[in-house]
């Protein structure tokens, strides 16, 4: 099983204005940095590199990001690590303070590219529910259900007569 992330976020101003020039300009770094980071799989982009132009979650000013790393550690080193780390610093002068959970993270299968549609029932349901296995947080999070399940040997006894 490999772990998907989403989060969203509301810019002060669009991503074309001086206020959100900082952001913009660390998108790049930012973003190859998770590339080559240790436990990532996947992330979703748009064909110029990022997803700034995906639009989801009811408000098309909303920035999705949404990727797949292969473990809860694996995310939170990067998320609170290195360049991502400064970046979250600054969230506050780019970004207006959301009132509901803005951040799901659930398992998915390995090979699994989620979808946003995935993304907004995921949060939906952690916004409903608070943190279940089916959708939780960094603070509360669950682990991995087992991929495949355990073989059975129930009901067999007939091929090998004692």
């Known amino acids: 099983m490999h772990l998907a992330q989403v989060n969203i976020a509301l810019p002060v101003a669009p991503l074309t204005e001086p206020e959100l020039a900082g952001f913009v300009e660390a998108l790049d770094p930012v973003n190859a940095e998770a590339d080559a980071a240790d436990g990532f799989v996947w992330r979703m982009q748009t064909e110029d590199g990022d997803a700034t132009a995906v639009r989801g979650?009811?408000?098309?000013?909303?920035?999705?990001?949404?990727?797949?790393?292969?473990?809860?550690?694996?995310?939170?080193?990067?998320?609170?690590?290195?360049?991502?780390?400064?970046?979250?610093?600054?969230?506050?002068?780019?970004?207006?303070?959301?009132?509901?959970?803005?951040?799901?993270?659930?398992?998915?299968?390995?090979?699994?590219?989620?979808?946003?549609?995935?993304?907004?029932?995921?949060?939906a349901h952690l916004r409903e529910h608070g943190p279940t296995p089916y959708a939780f947080t960094f603070r509360q999070s669950f682990p991995a259900p087992d991929a495949a399940p355990e073989p059975t040997t129930a009901g067999d006894d007939w091929l090998c007569p004692a």
């Open 57 to 123: 979650f009811g408000d098309d000013r909303l920035i999705v990001n949404m990727s797949v790393w292969t473990s809860v550690e694996a995310l939170a080193a990067y998320a609170y690590g290195g360049a991502h780390r400064s970046i979250m610093a600054r969230r506050r002068e780019w970004f207006v303070r959301m009132r509901e959970a803005f951040q799901v993270l659930w398992w998915v299968p390995e090979g699994t590219v989620p979808t946003v549609a995935d993304a907004e029932e995921r949060l």
